[in-house]
């Protein structure tokens, strides 16, 4: 079974975002973010967009398939 990894926290934390910038820069919640950070919700496609415009990094590079 494929599961899904991300590097949201490390990526957030470097551009010296807090969860709730992104969350309502994103127009989502704390929890929304808090949940894509610890893998126990993998994000519609629109939000992996919005994450990887907002972090200025690519899609892949933010979230990985872990095989």
């Known amino acids: 079974m494929e ?3 991300n590097k949201l926290k490390e990526l957030r ?5 807090r969860q709730e910038d992104v969350a309502s820069r994103l127009g989502v919640t ?3 973010i808090i949940a894509v950070e610890n893998n126990k919700y993998n994000p519609t496609l629109e939000l ?3 994450l990887a415009r907002l972090l200025n990094t690519p899609v892949e590079v933010i979230f990985q398939l872990d095989e």
């Open 3 to 5: 599961t899904m990894k």
């Open 48 to 50: 992996a967009m919005k």
């Open 13 to 17: 934390k470097g551009l010296g975002l």
């Open 30 to 32: 704390r929890q929304t």
